[in-house]
């Protein structure tokens, strides 16, 4: 299996070539769907009401004119009195903050409170709510054309779909560009086994969760609308649609269930996916009045390159998604599997085509064009081989001056603080001092914390003082640097070592897309650590593996590996703001750990978290550490060590006042 997903390929082209390949990508997307534009002044202080609610009204063709004059896309968002208090509220705070086209929300005649936010933004029609919304739903395409005109397309949403506004941007552009409003897109369906028969279907119907049309195509299905709405096959608002689109035009719903590498255009959750992995088929689940139940906590598909994704049932499943997409985090993915009543689970992995059930096939379909920031530590917690994603470029130039350094010392360590002054002197950095809390007067007259078990091969321990100590420094640290809105932060422990080129060998691995560029993106955010102490051959093959894929894949000697559990050491480690609230939300709430665990924690979050290599940072072994200072007579040898842990001792020399004895 190839180590980078597909997308790595096109990220590894030079930028000039891959500006010509993501237009022709865009080219090739052409047939999807849209969004919502600032308001400018148009505002009302009450809620908007159209200027006929029904019946509806035979309405001729309008001449269809496209001129610059038209807006490029109107989306309407349907919700009911309920649901616009909360999925409508967080949409609104999410997705809907990053658009660009106009939006409206449709509710019915029930609600008699709204949101005071959402109140310039909002449509009431005369119509219950209710499920199925199929009056509610003809009510909003009427006023859409009757009272929003003034637009190349239009686009339908549930009020529980998501939104990924930058897909959204991509595909509105290229439907412009080709100067056509003729169009009903979406994601086909073609109806339930059971009911097929009595929907009156001529072709495929584009499913109600999301689709969009045109405004040629919308003013053909007014002119018959109303006659549609008096003939329904049955009371569902899509398929109904879908029926006078066909009698208005002749024309039935194109899929736009269209990959381009990993991109999906429309993803609906056919089934929920636990925690655990277990997948089940939702149509088991249903309210009481015919609604999907979904239960989101990981999200089933890859929502990251989709445009659309539903249901998303609760305020904070929406939050979940939107911080994974607005950041492009690849959350480590959960063993999936399958049960049918009496029978063994089934597992699935990538490449694996003998599952013949509709979940499998949609399981092994994500899987197979899935990717992850940290390929290790998804193999080792779940089994699972995925590739990694491509790397990501900076999106702006990395320089050491753009990187806040703060040197952690305790207030009796002046003197290691001084030292640490001469040797990051002609570095090209800038560094700080943060006072270190001292564990002993934090814990004293105190028992000690219940901290979880600390497995070090054979033995359990658990936390010393210092490492409690390490842990409340890094909280008031992560903490100072949200307040100060500091955008990269390198943290230093005061007894370590820096490379003898320092600056110039950060800077090379800082400029490595794969090593230094989400330090440098508005996205994704993640780690980098210097250095770090690896003590096993096991655990050196698991890096050496990483480091084969990654020269395989790139064509070059890597200059970073992706850390995991047994990369321990968190002495010289650069954060991106992105991870500074996840930091001080597993320091507060998460179980109480070794702060270098946090890196294996970030990696299942999603965040990119690497180690350069080789080291250019190493800790200075030949004093007691404040930290732990329960080390045996290996861990002070440094001979010993630099074996072990492949530190070029040549490539660390000390300074006079203490230099390190080395043969080479």
């Known amino acids: 299996m190839n180590h980078f997903s597909n997308t790595a390929k096109l990220a590894l082209i030079p930028l000039a070539k891959r500006k010509v390949i993501t237009s022709i990508i865009g080219v090739v997307l052409l047939l999807q769907l849209i969004l919502h534009l600032k308001m400018s002044g148009l505002i009302s202080s009450e809620v908007s009401t159209p200027s006929q609610i029904h019946p509806f009204r035979k309405t001729a ?18 919700c009911d009195a309920e649901s616009i208090w909360t999925l409508g509220v967080v949409a609104f705070e999410t997705w809907l903050k990053d ?103 001529n072709g495929p119907y584009c499913m109600g969760m999301g689709y969009l049309m045109g405004h040629f195509t919308l003013n053909q299905l007014r002119s018959e609308l109303d006659w549609c709405f008096e003939h329904p096959h049955s009371q569902h608002s899509d398929t109904e649609i879908g029926n006078c689109n066909f009698q208005a035009s002749r024309i039935t719903c194109v899929d736009a269930l269209m ?25 088991f689940k249903q309210h009481n009045d015919g609604q999907m139940v979904s239960n989101h906590d990981f999200f089933f598909g890859d929502p990251l390159g989709a445009l659309l ?49 509709n979940a499998e096939k949609q399981a ?76 002993h007067i934090m814990l004293a007259g105190m028992e000690m914390p219940d901290v979880v078990p600390i497995n070090e091969g054979s033995k359990t321990r658990k936390m010393t003082i210092g490492e409690m100590g390490l842990r409340d420094t890094m909280r008031k640290l992560f903490e100072h640097a949200l307040k100060t809105n500091i955008e990269r932060l390198l943290i230093l422990e005061d007894d370590v070592l820096p490379h003898n080129n320092f600056g110039e060998e950060l800077l090379k691995i800082l400029e490595n897309d794969r090593c230094g560029g989400h330090l440098f993106s508005d996205k994704e955010g993640g780690t980098l650590q210097l250095g770090a102490t690896i003590w096993s051959k096991g655990a050196w093959n698991v890096v050496d593996n990483d480091l084969a894929k990654a020269r395989d894949a790139l064509g ?62 190493i800790p200075d072994i030949t004093g007691e550490s404040d930290v732990d200072n329960n080390r045996g007579p290996l861990q002070h040898d440094m001979m010993a060590r630099a074996s072990i842990h492949r530190w070029h001792q040549g490539s660390f020399k000390e300074s006079k006042e203490n230099e390190i004895k080395h043969e080479v």
């Open 364 to 439: 092994l379909d994500f899987l197979d064009r899935a990717c992850v920031h940290n390929p290790t530590v998804q193999e080792i917690e779940t089994g699972l081989l995925i590739p990694e994603c491509a790397p990501t470029p900076p999106s702006s130039f990395p320089s050491l001056s753009a990187i806040t350094t703060f040197v952690v010392n305790l207030n009796h360590r002046r003197d290691r603080y001084d030292l640490m002054g001469k040797r990051f002197a002609k570095t090209g950095l800038m560094i700080s001092r943060f006072e270190a809390t001292n564990g």
């Open 556 to 617: 070059e000697e890597p200059l970073c590996f992706n850390s995991y559990v047994s990369v321990s050491g968190a002495f010289a480690v650069i954060f991106h703001r992105n991870t500074f609230q996840e930091v001080v939300d597993w320091l507060n709430f998460g179980p109480t750990q070794p702060w270098d665990w946090v890196f294996g924690w970030l990696a299942k979050k999603g965040y990119i978290t690497r180690a350069a290599y080789p080291f250019i940072v």
């Open 309 to 357: 994704v539903h249901p998303l049932k609760s305020p904070e499943s929406i939050r979940t998604l939107h911080n994974q997409v607005r950041r492009n985090l690849r959350p480590i993915i959960a063993p999936l599997w399958t049960s049918a009543a009496g029978s063994k689970p089934l597992y699935l992995r990538p490449g694996n085509k003998k599952s013949k059930g």
């Open 99 to 201: 658009i660009e086209y106009d939006f409206r929300f449709f509710i019915g005649k029930d609600a008699t409170h709204i949101p005071e936010a959402l109140r310039p933004y909002t449509v009431q029609l005369s119509a219950q709510d209710g499920y199925p919304p199929r009056e509610k739903v003809f009510q909003m395409w009427q006023t859409l054309h009757d009272d929003f005109g003034g637009y190349k397309w239009y686009m339908k949403v549930d009020v529980d779909a998501y939104i990924n506004v930058q897909v959204l941007h991509l595909l509105v552009s290229d439907l412009i560009a080709t100067n056509s409003t003729e169009g009903y897109l979406g994601k086909a369906g073609n109806g339930r086994n059971f009911e097929r028969a009595q929907l009156g279907l």
């Open 61 to 78: 063709l309008k001449d269809v004119y496209t001129g610059p004059e038209y807006a490029p896309l109107m989306i309407g968002i349907v």
């Open 259 to 283: 990959r381009s590498s990993e991109a999906q255009m429309f993803i609906d959750f056919s089934y929920n996916y636990e925690k655990s992995g277990l997948i089940t088929s939702s149509e």
